[in-house]
């Protein structure tokens, strides 16, 4: 064996602390405002009716490093470090001079990168006494990722599941089951907001905006409960950057720097993870990355979105986040990346974007399926429909290199693998995926 195709670190190698790259930006972020009021919040106390405290503490926080809690360390072990690969049968099979490296989030317990944050989140909700904890879901990662979570740290745990996905997608449900949570489809009998929507329309589909505004009533009609949101806040993107710490000392152990770092965003968790650390060396050493996002064209929040004040979810309940958005009320199409119908974007992110600091494209469905099923082809793993959209990036990019004979390295996260997504596959490889 002579080519090194994975580069390993050991579980005294996880992160210490998570990087908060509020920091080290050039201008802070918009501040989120009171719909309330209009204004910024003067104090962050109503928050903490919706999130513990800690969570609250590290939503505002403009330190640079904020430590990980012991206990969070010892529970990541169970998948943490996770590898760092070289996708060398990709760059042969696209005849490309590019170095393509990959960071794999897939081999979670629940398959994603979403337990980095899941984690956390049920160990400061528990230390603060709190018992039960409320959220959302689409296609049911998330949902998965906080119930393994809430298991784990002896919590409660109420899913609110987007009713498409639940009826068409029932194993993530039966997942969350496994590890205990309670699953309701959304629109749901359990809310008031949820049976307004059904008396108007008993056939509603839902959305990830409707199913938020679900699980945020639940929170607020429930003294012992906390909500818990898996992407977009700042929080969230903190506790990923587990992510691309690792790969910075990976990337230093295969003796390359990368030229070009790729991430899907949905709502803009798992590319902040990989890429604010290496944002961290743009702006403070003046490292050359360029940075690029991706999403679907057809929920293009950061390509096609307004920079503007709008809400997280649909009934207009959330604190208004500066932020690309298609609006609050906008309904994504039934795509198969379910991670990615979000109408808006994480404020960090949609702040990078406006500072140049990173770039955004869209694609596809059926052009992103192809190039996923050529990396199956390739390395084997199959990667999951949001990763797809990274991965046709990726293609492009060595694509391009090899036109220009550019020896260019390129990193990007796959976070997550599509084992639980076969009925995509199914119907990509049967011809009846459209765009
Ligand atoms: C949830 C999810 C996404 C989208 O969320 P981000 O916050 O943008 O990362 C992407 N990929 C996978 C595998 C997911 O589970």
Redesign the pocket.
Known sequence: MTERWVYHLTQEEIPTHWYNLVADLPTPPPPPLNPATGQPFDDPTPLMRIFPEALVMQEVSTERWIEIPEPVRQIYALWRPTPLFRARRLEQALDTPAHIYFKFEGVSPAG???PNTAVPQAYYNKQQGIRRLATETGAG??GSALAMACQLFGLECTVYMVRVSYEQKPFRKILMNTWGATVYPSPSEQTEYGRQILAQDPDCPGSLGIAISEALEDTLTHEDTRYAL???LNHVLLHQTVIGQEAIKQMEMAGEEPDILVG????????AGLVFPFLRKKITEGKPYRIIAVEPASCPSLTKGEYRYDFGDTAGKTPLLKMHTLGHEFMPPRIHAG??RYHGMAPLVSHALELGLIEARAYHQTQVFEAGVLFARTMGIVP?P??THAIKAVIDLALECRERGEKKVILFNL??HGLLDLTAYDQYLSGALQD
Do not use: I, R, Y
Not at 264 to 271: A, R
């Open positions: 994603s990168h979403k990662q998330w898996g992407s977009v899907c965003t949905g709502g803009g968790s798992n590319f991670g990615l999951a949001e990763p976070c997550g």
